[in-house]
């Protein structure tokens, strides 16, 4: 199984800051790598798949990069809203695997 | 609009059975693969089980394989997830989501296991 390793595991951050989110796959997986946003009680939304491509409806202020095993989503001038949990998941091959989850919280 | 709306969550005996359902509507069902991603209370997502467009592939993840069955009708536009043999760690909120990326995801149903 591939396992999906996402740093920070929690970040404190000022509204209008740049944050930026690492997610490590244990082996290569070219750019078959997604992001998501989750809020407390809410599903899960989508951000960006294919590692950078963005998603309908999805501001531009969130970005994605990397392709191999190394990836970064980056979310620029944070606003309140942005405060939520980021999961990165692998959509290469199966099992699909998520990353543990980076909880981005207001300083 | 793509609209992904689950049902069938509950509480269930440990042991017991569940069949949680997942309608689609504003898209093309029949051309996408599905998914079920299931998230125990306080913990991250787990990839449960994914069904391919006519039912071709199916996979699952181990920690369900032989007890918990993914389905598909086309007709009806709606994903299926049998659940047997129920245990603790099966608790959680079940999301289905569309396709390979997982671009949109239902609110997600509640299974309860206790006795």
């Known amino acids: 199984d591939i396992q999906m390793t996402q740093s920070p595991s929690s970040l404190s951050a000022s509204v209008g800051d740049r944050v930026t989110i690492t997610c490590r796959a244990s082996?290569?997986?070219?750019?078959?790598l997604a992001w998501f946003q989750q809020k407390p009680g809410s599903a899960p939304k989508s951000l960006i798949y294919?590692?950078?491509s963005l998603q309908s409806g999805v501001p531009s202020k969130f970005s994605g990069s990397g392709s191999g095993t190394d990836f970064t989503l980056t979310i620029s001038s944070l606003q309140p809203e942005d405060f939520a949990t980021y999961y990165c998941?692998?959509?290469?091959?199966?099992?699909?695997?998520f990353g543990q989850g980076t909880k981005l919280e207001i300083k | 609009e793509v609209q992904l709306v689950e049902s069938g969550g509950g509480l269930v005996k440990p042991g017991g059975s569940l069949r949680l359902s997942c309608a689609a509507s504003?898209?093309?069902?029949?051309?996408?693969?599905m998914n079920w991603v299931r998230q125990a209370p306080g913990k991250g997502l787990q990839w449960v089980s994914s069904?391919?467009?006519?039912?071709?592939?199916?996979y699952y993840a181990d920690s369900v394989k032989g007890r918990f069955t993914i389905s598909r009708d086309d007709a009806k536009n709606s994903l299926y997830l049998q659940i047997n043999s129920l245990r603790a760690e099966d608790a959680a909120v079940y999301y289905c989501?569309?396709?390979?990326?997982?671009?949109?995801w239902g609110q997600g149903t509640l299974v309860t296991v206790s006795s």
């Open positions: 989501a569309r396709g390979g990326d997982h671009d949109y």
């Open positions: 998941q692998q959509y290469n091959s199966y099992p699909r695997t």
């Open positions: 082996q290569g997986i070219s750019n078959y």
């Open positions: 504003g898209f093309i069902f029949s051309a996408h693969s």
């Open positions: 069904i391919s467009s006519s039912s071709i592939y199916i």
């Open positions: 294919a590692a950078s």
